[in-house]
């Protein structure tokens, strides 16, 4: 990977600078608004709309008159327009391509093309990393040696072969991935390219949030969801938040626009919120285990990642969400929206509809903003969230809501996850 | 409903004129393509890329040689390059939208809002011509009256009941349903609609095809996937067949290009290939009782409609595809484009992907064409697949692809259908 000391700064302009780099590789994911989702988003109790009776639309419609009848009450409900940012159509089916086409770009910039493609580059990662960084490397004809722990499913080994011939196995614990990394390099002299925790990664997922504010200006421009108050621009910007390259890199998008707040999403599941108890007690945590539905997010923080999360300047808060929370968004996203967003990339969304300290949050600003502008502020938050992946399988959707007895108990025994692993230990990217 | 006599003639102007009616009240849904699907689709053996090991999709990339070594050979693989018509994305989530609103705006056209509101519609349906003549309704303050089998599953009757209080219930068959109709005609004076048998319907259902080519034509302008010949137009456009109103409509459409060849596909299950049938014995099939997974197609094709897929003029031909075809080829729209697309939707790709008699037909009249032009013609066939809609549940893909022991036995035993429902007889719409 590029040295730390020769990257660009984390700013605004840097990912602007990563983003004309990146722009001929990746896809311009589609942002996305439903009318149903806002109205469920808006209502009281969004897990309604998942019965087998729910309620009628018009019933949900926000009605801006009921806030201001509220007044003061804490009854007061948060009403919102959602934008949703789909890198499930991203090439490999999430934004990581961003990231690792960045890292690449910015190694044949500093080392020339000729030195990368002796060396190489190599990473561990079970996840959507392996394949992000795979199909980067073969776009430039640069040999990509991935590490995966043997006991990764067979659909993401072949996922990750379809662009390099080099995946090697390892045990699956940090130190026995590393190893073979530490080999790997001293071998070939491949360079690591990590998942999350480096500038140029950072910056590359960055243009997730240049995009969403380009985007949201053309909407508004077309009149496709007519904005109100002062124009285009977003409220808040919600994102996942597992090793932290995603939510840091939008964080610093947006970290000139003070207006737009930056928050993260992660699952609460045996501890996988390691982000937001890691600001409670104001350090870093540095080992997660957990087997939550949302794969993509049972890493810890990274450290780098770390010092733009707990800036309060650039991040304004971390919420997390249940599993069940996360398994009837996905239901509500796979069933209102038609779209396949994997379990990590619905968490942002579950903490727009079930987390009850965002809800009120946001209602209590709403409330204040209204009274400072004497009822004339505008009626709804306009939020952006970011689907961040959706590589899921039809096996996997049969066994999160099957009835079938043995994946139910194992589901209740918490024994397998979504991919069906039976064991993950804090697996990076 | 508008009295046929009025209506105007099926031809591509009427269609025109049908657009400009519903316009405002429909999406304009994406025109969707995918190089991974054009390289699967493509291949050998696209089933390859469903198994737990794909083949790398280098292997599959369409190669323009292949095909002009293979010369005369009847090893010629069809080459496609395929647009994906986003129905799901539609109004109730299904193409039905369009037919509904242009049968409302066409009453009122003829009789007059006031009369329209005072009688009322109605219709009998259990599936999506249901929820989209309630809409397009209560869109206009007219009553819709919905008659239901009262065997309907729970999620249809709600969703019906979201855009109308009027839902009755009935027996399953048809005389029982016809019979409750027939009494709400009496007492209210309400105007049927049907769900396919009427030109109205037929005419905006004819939209869809209007809008892919539009859209093909603003795709080429971008140069999105390159436009290789003469330019941007289909060689083919195919749309599942039940009734017979979206392939009726569609047909219509492109009656007046012969150079773009319009196809239907259905299932093959429990004879619910009727329109295939049909045309063999060269008269329409009155009675399908089939329980296939596309529970949008287990219906006869209409009287109006067979009409027109009898015409070789507009209906080039039919072909059918088995369960697991569709099956196989909705695990692909999913875990490949992340979309979801109901059954019955996945009917044409899976022509496309699985039917042999439909891939020989193309891969010959490839290597005619070739001939004919001295190898210069192009490389690939241009097609159009509808999505027709995406009204399917997470319990249903729990039910269809899950392990579970009872669903498996019941799904072998063919007494489940995709939706839960447990026993349907011709259902219409």
Known sequence: MADPSTCP???PSSIKGAYTKIQPYIHKTPLVTSRSLNAIASSRDPSAFLSDNPPPFDSA??????????????????RFRLYFKCENFQ?????????????????I????????????VVTHSSGNHAQALALAASTFAIPAYIVMPSISTTSKIAGTRLYTPNVIFSGSTSDEREAVVADVIKEKGAILVPPYDHPDIILGQGTVGLEMEEQLRELSGTGEQSMEGDGARFDAVITPIGGGGLLGGTATFFSSQPDTLVFGAEPSFQ??????????????IEHVKSLTIADGL????????WTIVADKSKVEGLYAVSEEEIKMTMRLVFERLKLVVEPSGCVPLAVVLFNTDFRHMVAERQRVSREKHGGADKA???????????NTTMKAIATLYGEGKGAKAEREAGTISVDGTKKVEDVAG
């Open 9 to 11: 700064p984390l700013t």
């Open 380 to 390: 709804y938050w306009d939020v952006g969230a970011v689907f961040s992946g959706g």
């Open 298 to 305: 049972r890493t810890p923080v990274g450290v780098l990642n």
């Open 109 to 120: 910039e500093e080392l020339g093309i000729d030195e990368v493609r002796r060396r190489g």
């Open 91 to 107: 090439k490999i089916g999430a934004f990581k391509a961003r990231g690792a086409f960045h890292a690449v770009t910015r190694l």
């Open 61 to 78: 419609e926000p009605d801006v008159n009921d806030n201001v009848d509220a007044g003061q009450s804490s009854d007061a409900l948060p």
């Open 271 to 284: 501890g996988a919120d390691d982000g937001r108890r890691g600001l409670l007690q104001n350090k870093r």
